[in-house]
């Protein structure tokens, strides 16, 4: 499941997904903009130990040395939550001052788990 | 005529793009070419303008070994980014801003013919040499969109311009550093154009009157022979 919103007067923007094995499209990048994520948090409500990976999934342009560029998912972050009280939040520091996503942000988990739910909070550029 | 601008200290709080407006004048050096739609040395007035904003965005490989580049061509040739006039008679201005990439660019025209260079001939970009790849090269915060500093004129059939991407890197994500996106925000303010006759001093461009001079090209580039700009040996 994907859900997503706008923050009143702030200019973020987020996007909530659930922990699956197959690729969840957390959100796309407008035509002419970049996407920063400024925090990720994993809430796993379930009892087992859940991994996320944060993907990017983009096909580059054509260059001097690549006449048919192919489509790059590359894996921008790795995080692993236990059912906690705190939910595992990665915030701007811990993210390096934020994450380009240059196509479209993509999350896979370890598992099938509806109350393991990943929050991407990001900008447009 | 190609126009990069150094940034002030201070910065005018100001995100309005400084194009021509209608009414003014605009006058071409006779260096033009003269197939072009326009006379060259003549005089013209602006009677009609219209800004569109056109962004760009492609997604460039790094550098790396291979010397890997994003060619980005701006006029209507068949891959073209298609900004130039499609017939006489118009002037585009095209203002050339950066969105923040982990790279630069590089400027040429025709693609062969890198367009900022030293004099000395060993001074010339060269990708392969660190030094020499940023020579004369523009990075994205030079030129932002809400203070442009980089103005190209291209009028009917000009010879192409092209911007030469590269990227050094990713360094907040470093598993993504063989891939950044540079975004150009090209901002087109295309101009009709009405020849005059018998420009008035103060229609002509200064030290008489407060008319724009459009030099061509090559002209703003040093390409042309010192005693074709009338510059004594």
């Known amino acids: 499941m994907v859900t997503q919103q706008v923050q009143a007067n702030t200019g973020y923007l987020t996007a909530r997904v659930t922990s699956n094995t197959t690729v969840q499209n957390a959100f796309v990048v407008p035509y002419g903009m970049i996407g920063i994520i400024e925090s990720i948090t994993v809430d796993n409500q379930s009892a087992a130990l859940r991994t996320i990976n944060i993907l990017d999934s983009f096909t580059p342009t054509v260059s001097n040395q690549v006449a048919s560029p192919a489509a790059q998912n590359p894996t921008l972050w790795t995080g692993s939550a236990v059912q906690a009280a705190n939910p595992l939040r990665s915030g701007p520091s811990e993210l390096g001052g934020g994450i380009r996503i240059l196509g479209t942000c993509q999350v896979t988990g370890d598992a099938i788990a509806a109350t393991c739910v990943i929050t991407i909070k990001y900008r447009l550029i | ?233």
Do not use: C
Request: hydrophobic share 40%.
């Open chain 2, 1 to 233: 005529m190609l126009e990069i601008q150094l940034k002030p200290m201070i910065r005018q709080a100001s995100f309005t793009v400084p194009g021509l407006k209608v009414g003014q004048y605009v006058t071409f050096s006779a260096a033009w070419p003269t197939e072009l739609g326009i006379t060259p040395g003549r005089t013209y007035q602006v009677m009609m303008e219209q800004m569109v904003r056109a962004p760009r965005e492609f997604i460039v490989p790094a550098m790396g070994s291979n010397n890997d580049y994003v060619e980005v061509n701006l006029s209507n040739e068949s891959g073209g980014q298609l900004l130039y006039p499609t017939s006489g008679g118009f002037l585009h201005e095209i203002f050339i801003a950066f969105k923040p990439y982990a790279g630069f660019a590089q400027m040429f025209s025709p693609s062969d013919q890198i367009l900022m260079r030293m004099p000395s001939t060993a001074e010339v970009y060269t990708i392969g040499t660190a030094r020499l790849r940023v020579l004369g090269a523009i990075f994205p915060e030079q030129s932002t969109e809400d203070d442009p500093r980089i103005r190209l004129m291209a009028v009917y059939r000009m010879v192409s311009v092209f911007i030469r991407l590269h990227v050094l890197g990713t360094p907040s994500t470093p598993t993504t550093a063989a891939f950044d996106k540079s975004v150009i925000v090209f901002m087109v303010n295309r101009l009709a154009l009405r020849p005059i006759a018998n420009p008035t001093p103060e229609q002509l461009p200064p030290p008489q009157g407060r008319g724009l001079y459009i030099p061509y090209l090559d002209e703003v580039t040093f390409r042309m022979s010192p005693s074709s700009l009338g510059v004594a040996a």
